[in-house]
Structure formats: C-alpha cells, structure tokens
C-alpha cells in the first residue's frame, strides 16, 4: 500500500482516480474546496483545503507519499477582448502557483519514496489553437513548462508527467456538455466520434502513477479522442 495526495478529489477525475487508486489498495488523501464530501471507504479521506490560501498545512500527511496529483481547473471560454488581466491571473494563481505551492510543501516526502511520481493535468487547446481558449491555454501552458521543468530537475528520484485531454464529461464541463445536442456536435469533432470520460484519463493517470510507467517521465500525454494530430 502507498500513500497518495489528490488535491481536488471531491468530483470528476479528482474523484474517480481516488476511487481507483483505493480500489487499487492505496490509500488515498483528498482535499475538497467548496464541494465538502465525507467517504465511506476507510482508504479515502478528505480535507478541506483553499489553494489560492497563502500557506497551505500538510502537516496531516504521512512521512511518505508516492504521488501527488494536482486536479484543480477550470474552463472558462469567451472571446480574448472580454476576458480581463485579472480573470488570467485568477487561473494561474489556482491552477499553476497552487501546484508548485502544493508541490514545494510536499516534495520531502516524495523524495522518500521509490518511483514517486507527480501527475499534473492540462489541456488539448495548448498544442491545438482554439479560439476562445486564450484563458485556459494561458495557464495550461505554463502547466505544460513545469512538468518538462520539474521532470529534469528531480529526475531520477520522482517521475513527472502531465495529462492533456480533450473536452471530457465531468462536472467541470457541464455547461458544454448540457444537452444531447451539444454532446453530439462535441463528439462529432473527435475523430474517434466521442467525448471523453472520466474512466479514459483515470486509466492513464492510473498507468502513469504505477510502476509500470517508471521510465516515463516529463512527458505530455494527449488522451483527446485523437484531435491533436489527426485530421479525418
């Protein structure tokens, strides 16, 4: 058994992946922001935690963790003109500067673990140029240089990876996904036919987090149904 921090795990894949991970026998340390969530399961549990705060206690954690996952996004889509330099720094604040604070607070304790890992998430639109997507890419992209930064600088002690899916149905893209028309046409844009699901990215954050994946390291994983690189 390994001990695990997933930082967002109240919904969507934060949720799903902790599930899996103590389906898996691990045991598994959540944080929830404004989605409080108790578990039933004795390998999960959960605490509140704000990662915009300025000083973030782990002190609850054990001596040691396998992994570290960092969930917390957001998908806001609007034309460039509308968006404010304040909105932009809103999502670096909580999706960049909140893992590397979470990171910088943890990383001792990875360090103590063989094959620890750090799981890091960003999207389609930073490879892909989409248009209403500068506020999610902007972040993301920073996302994307740390994961290839922090990969070689702790390399070989503590793996780093980062997951860029495509529009995936969790709650966080419920306004996207709201009916069975806008489904469709977001399916229709993948040239697999489909959006994505929290199973699809679970099983690779799963693969990337295991042993199995250990001389896998700085590398950005495209689970996008295929629109990164295909045209068909």
């Known amino acids: ?14 949720r799903a992946l902790a599930l899996k991970m103590a389906e898996n026998g691990h045991r598994v340390y ?9 578990s039933d399961n004795p390998l999960i549990s959960y ?3 704000n990662v915009l705060d300025d000083n973030l206690s782990f002190d609850y954690l054990p001596d040691t963790l396998a992994g570290v996952i960092y969930c917390p996004g957001t998908i806001n889509l609007r034309p460039f003109e509308r968006i404010k330099p304040v909105d932009f720094a809103h999502d670096y604040n909580l999706q960049v500067v909140g893992a590397i604070k979470t990171i910088q607070s943890v990383v001792s304790r990875l360090k103590n673990t063989d094959n620890a890992a750090i799981l890091l998430f960003s999207t389609l639109a930073v490879q892909t140029g ?7 890419s902007a972040s993301k992209g920073a996302i994307e240089g740390l994961t290839k930064a922090l990969a070689a600088e702790y ?32 399916a229709l844009r993948h040239p697999l036919k489909r959006i994505g699901t929290t199973d699809d990215i679970v099983h690779l954050a799963d ?18 149904g295929g629109m990164s690189t295909l045209r068909v």
């Open 47 to 49: 605490t509140h935690l």
């Open 1 to 14: 058994m390994a001990n695990y921090l997933i930082i967002g795990a109240s919904s969507g894949i934060g």
């Open 130 to 136: 989409l248009p209403f997507h500068t506020q999610v």
């Open 207 to 224: 693969f990337l987090l295991s042993t199995n994946a250990s001389w896998i390291s700085g590398q950005i994983m495209h689970a996008d």
């Open 155 to 186: 390399a070989p002690k503590i793996r780093v990876n980062c997951i860029a899916p495509s529009l995936t149905d969790t709650p966080l893209a419920a306004s996207l996904l709201n009916t069975d028309q806008k489904k469709e046409a977001n």
């Open 30 to 38: 959540g944080t929830y922001n404004t989605h409080e969530i108790q």
